[in-house]
Nanobody, 119 residues
């Protein structure tokens, strides 16, 4: 079992930056792929980014490529999502999730953190 807690969300202006954190506890965080998803009001949850257990490979949704960067620190048991050049359409609840591989569906989810980007 892995417990995940997101933090770092908030209200920002378009063009600003935010860094989300995902603190993990429980089983060895370093053995899991880390994913970030988001859900906008009235929309389905969508994939944002993911990173392999050792950080060697990263993947992004086209909508955030070049603006967002996913990373992780397995010593600190924490994952990150650096979000730059934020747009109003980036508004939503952001969830981190852990899974056995980047190609597999996540097994564990955090409770989410709200990001609101004002125009």
């Amino acid at each position: 079992q892995v417990q995940l807690v997101e933090s770092g969300g908030g209200l920002v202006q378009a063009g600003d930056s935010l860094r989300l954190s995902c603190a993990a506890s429980g089983r060895a965080f370093g053995g899991y792929a880390l994913h970030w998803f988001r859900q906008a009001p009235g929309k389905e949850r969508e994939f944002v980014a993911k990173i392999q257990w050792n950080g060697s490979n990263t993947y992004y949704a086209d909508s955030v490529k070049g603006r967002f960067t996913i990373s992780r620190d397995n010593v600190k048991n924490t994952g990150y999502l650096q979000m730059n050049s934020l747009k109003p359409e980036d508004t939503g609840v952001y969830y981190c999730a852990a899974g056995l591989a980047v190609s597999a569906s996540p097994l564990y989810w955090g409770q989410g953190t709200q990001v609101t980007v004002a125009s």
